[in-house]
T-cell receptor
Framework: NAGVTQTPKFRVLKTGQSMTLLCAQD?????MYWYRQDPGMGLRLIHY???????AKGEVPDGYNVSRLKKQNFLLGLESAAPSQTSVYFC???????????FGSGTRLTVV | DQQVKQNSPSLSVQEGRISILNCDYT??????FLWYKKYPAEGPTFLIS?????DKNEDGRFTVFLNKSAKHLSLHIVPSQPGDSAVYFC???????????FGKGTKLTVNP
């Protein structure tokens, strides 16, 4: 039982490059989330999804896009990376009626 | 507007003593509170939670206290162990909401 798997674990991008972060969960969870963690800022919600085919903006959505074409996958895209997007990105999922999240192990992204 | 506040960025305690981590919130509609623990290079993991209908919840060495009138909760760890050294995040949810709001975290160091 893998839980929530994030790929890649590390990535270095040049400013202006694009990339997609993949989150996969095998728990049949309805809800999925993308957070970023920055020093002194805690966990901030980027985008989330309450079901296959749905997405919604969180607290800091600018510069990111997401897609949830399959229930088990939630993709986070950076179309034109900026140094301000250097961060650790966490994906999380949960059941519809459960308050608790299950988190992935994170993706450390550096934009130079 | 920070709805969940952890005002102490760090806390250091001796092994065997009590660790008390504090969290304040501003949204009176929050009715469910959680604590997550995060080790370096790992995703946050669920530790303990409490519903607003209770004022205390205990799980082994971990106890969470909720003071609704003061909009304050605290996590007590007794006795503290070196393996408890981690960043602890407080999170809150409003009834029926699919999202958690996180504090900035408190880094706990337990010294042998």
């Amino acid at each position: 039982n893998a839980g929530v798997t994030q790929t890649p674990k590390f990535r270095v991008l040049k400013t202006g490059q694009s990339m997609t972060l993949l989150c996969a969960q095998d728990m049949n969870h309805e809800y999925m989330y993308w957070y970023r963690q920055d020093p002194g800022m805690g966990l901030r919600l980027i985008h989330y999804s309450v079901g296959e085919g749905t997405t919604a903006k969180g607290e800091v959505p600018d510069g990111y896009n997401v897609s949830r074409l399959k229930k088990q996958n939630f993709l986070l895209g950076l179309e034109s990376a900026a140094p301000s997007q250097t961060s650790v990105y966490f994906c999380a999922s949960k059941r519809r009626v459960n308050y608790g999240y299950t988190f992935g192990s994170g993706t450390r992204l550096t934009v130079v | 507007d920070q709805q969940v506040k952890q005002n102490s960025p760090s806390l250091s305690v001796q092994e065997g003593r009590i660790s008390i981590l504090n969290c304040d919130y501003t949204n009176s509609m929050f009715d469910y509170f959680l604590w997550y623990k995060k080790y370096p290079a790992e995703g946050p993991t669920f530790l303990i939670s409490i519903s607003s209908i209770k004022d205390k919840n205990e799980d082994g060495r971990f106890t969470v206290f909720l003071n609704k009138s003061a909009k304050h909760l605290s996590l007590h760890i007794v006795p503290s162990q070196p393996g408890d050294s981690a960043v602890y995040f407080c999170a809150a949810s409003q009834g029926g909401s699919e999202k958690l709001v996180f504090g900035k975290g408190t880094k706990l160091t337990v010294n042998p």
